[in-house]
């Protein structure tokens, strides 16, 4: 079992024998604060405290994911490109795949017949970030809607050529984060709003065929988390504990 990652622009391979600072140097540590939320369609404003929590650098890509899942959904096929056409359901079951591989327990409880997900909160395991989570972390605890000028830091419309791109190539913003902005939309934890819109979830950041007016930071979408799939949707990764896995060949990797 070998994971390739994209770190800075050069690949980094995880394997059973590689140093766990590699693992440890995907994710970047969020610090605690908070975040002002604004739901436009109900003119709604609000406030959350967030705790501490790991966010990778990147999206997850097709590589990462075929190397866990063992398929690639992707519409746009590249090693290095987002991994996209994934409901929130493919996603959390990535999650789940990729603490177990690593010894983790699985923060996601499935029951696919009832279409029911319970999450437990206290897992180490890995997770989509809340949508707070995910708002905070790109805005790096500022109030801005984004975190540079747009074509230096997002792919959309105008500068995509139509079509998702290797990820990182970006400028990240300041704690680190690349394409948080533009390439794909990105899936969250978080039920939009159950008693208008049922189970639909949530996700953030605009995608490559998106208008400049879209893709800011606080921009939301939602949509049903079973069956709907599009090819500017991704997700990135997150977990509530450091990643400092004893030693990969001890874990179930092998």
């Known amino acids: 079992f070998t994971l390739i990652f994209i770190h800075h622009r050069t690949p980094k391979i995880i394997t059973s024998k590689l140093d766990i600072a590699i693992v440890n140097d995907l994710f970047v540590t969020i610090p605690k604060g908070s975040v002002d939320m604004r739901d436009d369609r109900t003119k709604t404003t609000w406030s959350v405290d967030i705790d501490s929590f790991e966010l990778c650098k990147f999206p997850v890509t097709q590589e990462i994911y075929e190397a866990v899942i063992n398929e690639n959904p992707s519409t746009i096929k590249g090693r290095h490109l987002p991994v996209e056409t994934v409901s929130w359901i493919q996603a959390v079951n990535f999650c789940n795949a990729l603490s177990q591989r690593l010894g983790r327990d699985a923060y996601y409880r499935i029951d696919l017949v009832k279409e029911k997900v319970t999450l437990n909160f206290t897992a180490n395991g890995f997770r989509l970030?809340?949508?707070?989570?995910?708002?905070?972390?790109?805005?790096?605890?500022?109030?801005?809607?984004?975190?540079?000028?747009?074509?230096?830091?997002?792919?959309?419309?105008?500068?995509?050529?139509?079509?998702?791109?290797?990820?990182?190539?970006?400028?990240?913003?300041?704690?680190?984060?690349?394409?948080?902005?533009?390439?794909?939309?990105?899936?969250?934890?978080?039920?939009?709003?159950?008693?208008?819109?049922?189970?639909?979830?949530?996700?953030?950041?605009?995608?490559?065929?998106?208008?400049?007016?879209?893709?800011?930071?606080?921009?939301?979408?939602?949509?049903?988390?079973?069956?709907?799939?599009?090819?500017?949707?991704?997700?990135?990764?997150?977990?509530?504990?450091?990643?400092?896995?004893?030693?990969?060949?001890?874990?179930?990797?092998?």
Not at 183 to 200: A, L, Q
Not at 220 to 227: D, M
Request: net charge neutral; glycine share 8%; proline share 3%.
């Open 129 to 254: 970030p809340t949508e707070a989570e995910w708002q905070y972390a790109c805005q790096a605890g500022t109030k801005n809607i984004r975190y540079g000028e747009l074509n230096e830091v997002a792919w959309y419309k105008d500068n995509s050529n139509h079509r998702t791109r290797e990820v990182g190539q970006k400028k990240p913003n300041p704690w680190g984060l690349y394409d948080m902005l533009g390439n794909v939309w990105e899936w969250c934890s978080d039920i939009y709003d159950e008693t208008v819109y049922g189970t639909y979830r949530v996700f953030r950041g605009g995608g490559w065929c998106d208008q400049e007016r879209s893709v800011m930071a606080t921009t939301r979408r939602r949509s049903h988390p079973f069956s709907f799939k599009i090819d500017d949707l991704g997700f990135r990764i997150a977990t509530n504990a450091k990643v400092t896995v004893q030693s990969i060949h001890e874990s179930t990797l092998l």
